[in-house]
């Protein structure tokens, strides 16, 4: 990337923007990324460059804040997840796709270099292989939120190869972090449980307790971001989105990690309607093409994230910083 681009980052807030505004700050200069949300940023987004309250959804502001600030890269990751989706498919729909295709639009209209959007295991369904699934298979998503992305997929594709648009995309699993908690997703349980098990020394799940999920900690799923982005486009064969692979996990796993640190530790499964959301996605990824590609690499492994979580948000918690 050369020293004259401009990052613009939809989204900025949430729980993957928040990471990633900080790590393209660092990695490019402040000045060069232009973190946006619809709602109000925490200190460290705001007092670390520049940032804009902007909803994807208007076109026209879209368009405003990309020539003030000549925008050359957007990363869009503003969308409603799974399980809120599903309470609300129309609404999830709208956000999810026209925000989609008011970037791509206008990344093709001011001759944008790179757009990244983030895809998801969701894509996939029960027709799909549930073990080492394939990066090109059945994908018969049963979910709002996994048709969103699927469809989303066909369009980064589509403008890819009708104009040219250098747009690049992974299908990230369950995402964990210290940092800024998810928000309405079927996989978050697995940050919930490390607050519970430090605050409470107990947590009731609501995904059943064998409901192994692929998942990933959130340093490797920044660092995969941004190997993906600063690959050469030769590098790039899957215009759709990669997939990406860490670990895979079911509860009562994670809940032993946790006991490794926390013998006191109990957990109690009640699962409700988000154990049929994740019973559609798959149990493990083949991220064969994404290694071959562009070098995908993950670092973490369960136990090493679980005490590198457990440690953080312990801190957090004797700050009361916690949410
Ligand atoms: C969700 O649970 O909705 C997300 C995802 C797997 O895309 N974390």
């Not at 990471?19 to 925490?42: C, F, H, N, W």
């Not at 990344?107 to 790179?114: D, G, H, I, T, Y």
């Amino acid at each position: 990337m050369s020293a004259k681009e401009c990052i613009l980052i939809i989204g900025a807030n949430g729980q993957i923007g928040s990471e990633l505004t900080m790590a393209l700050r660092k990695a490019y200069g402040s000045s060069q990324v232009v973190a946006s949300d619809i709602k109000t940023p925490g200190k460290e987004l705001k007092n670390s460059g520049p940032f804009e309250m902007l909803d994807v959804g208007d076109r026209n502001a879209l368009h405003d804040v990309v020539r003030q600030y000549g925008i050359t890269q957007i990363y869009h990751l503003a969308a409603v997840l799974s399980a809120t989706a599903e309470q609300n498919p129309h609404f999830a729909w709208d956000i999810n796709m026209r925000g989609l295709l008011n970037v791509l639009e206008i990344a093709v209209e001011r001759k944008l270099n790179r757009v990244f959007w983030p895809s998801s295991i969701a894509v996939f369904g029960p027709g799909t292989p549930t073990e080492n699934t394939p990066q090109s298979t059945i994908m018969d998503p049963g979910t709002v939120y996994g048709i969103s992305k699927l469809a989303g997929e066909r369009w980064c594709e589509y403008y890819h190869l009708k104009h040219q648009l250098d747009v690049r995309s992974l299908r990230y699993p369950g995402l964990i972090s210290y940092r800024s908690l998810p928000g309405g997703g079927t996989t978050d349980y697995a940050v919930d449980i490390y607050y519970e098990a430090l605050k409470n020394q107990q947590y009731t799940c609501f995904l059943a307790a064998d409901t192994t999920l692929p998942m990933m900690y959130m340093p490797d799923a920044i660092q995969g971001t941004l190997a993906l982005m600063q690959a050469a486009a030769g590098k790039i064969s899957i215009r759709s989105s990669y997939n990406i692979a860490s670990m895979s996990f079911s509860p009562e796993e994670l809940a032993d990690e946790i006991k490794k640190h926390l013998p006191e530790f109990t957990i109690a499964y009640k699962p409700d309607y988000r154990q049929e959301i994740a019973s559609t996605w798959p149990r493990s990824i083949d991220d064969s093409q994404a290694r071959k590609d562009w070098g995908w690499h993950p670092e973490f492994s369960i136990d090493r994230m679980t005490a590198d979580m457990l440690n953080h948000i312990d801190k957090k918690i004797r700050q009361r910083s916690f949410y």
